[in-house]
């Protein structure tokens, strides 16, 4: 195995498992991880009825030298902290893990920033817009102040970040707030402290979509968040589309149900009607794009 991270989710179901717990198989849902684990010998497998079973750890000393060897792991507790815990940094994370590299892509909180026809405000005072040749980079969100009417947009691509003007003719409003995570959830979480719309621009395809439900549609209140998609998206998707996309994606689909997410429902029929996906720096590219 290699010394690749685990996944959040099943560091959790380990430290149960370590602390003595039985989990049930849908309890654990990095199933190849499982697999793995269990083919070491780390994890055993009981039958627990018909057709039912559970997991357990037989040693939990075994469980701890495993991680600190095949995964650089030298505490689950430690490791699931520096997951969950935003002000992680390289220091912090040695306690967890032989590398500071398991969690440099949480070490940096923040994201990037413009606004168009709005103020910005950062520990009480006002942003200039910047000149050309550089973007706002806001890493303690905690200190940043909006005003309460802008409508925020959280673009997915760099590109079309950096060249957003070209495509703000498309959004419902002029008061905008643009934003653009770097290697972090740190938008998500300061969404979830202000009342702001959130509009969505992501890529047009089943991978866009669920990045948009899980991070951000779930955590806010119903009503709150949307889902951009420009008038004619169903041309651009037929003539500019990529079937790879559709292919390598349509599993991502089973688990949204278009129900219970009204505003991506047209969306998803769109993708499979024309079997493609559509990337969202094409809309610089295609005529819809300001010159």
Known sequence: MSSKPLPLSFARCLLRLQNGEQLNSSEIKSKSLLKQFCEDGIIQKQALGYRRSGFYCPNALVLQNYLKVQNDILSLENYIYEFENPASDGESS????????????????GFFIKSLNSRVMISGEIIQPLPLGGELFVYKPEKLQISDTALIVGVENPECFLKIEKLVHLFPQKELVIIMRYLSHSPNRWLQTISNNYLHFGDFDPAGLSI?????????????????????IEQLIDQYG???????????????????YPEVASLIDLFHKHRKGLEQERLLTSNIAAP
């Open 212 to 232: 948009y439900i899980r991070e951000y549609r779930s955590l806010l209140p119903d009503g709150r968040c949307n889902y951009f998609h420009p008038s004619n």
């Open 94 to 109: 040695l306690s967890a893990s032989k590398s500071t590299k398991t969690f440099r892509d949480t070490g940096l909180q």
């Open 242 to 260: 990529l079937a790879s996309l559709y292919d390598r994606q349509i599993h991502l689909l089973r688990n949204i149900d278009p129900s219970l």
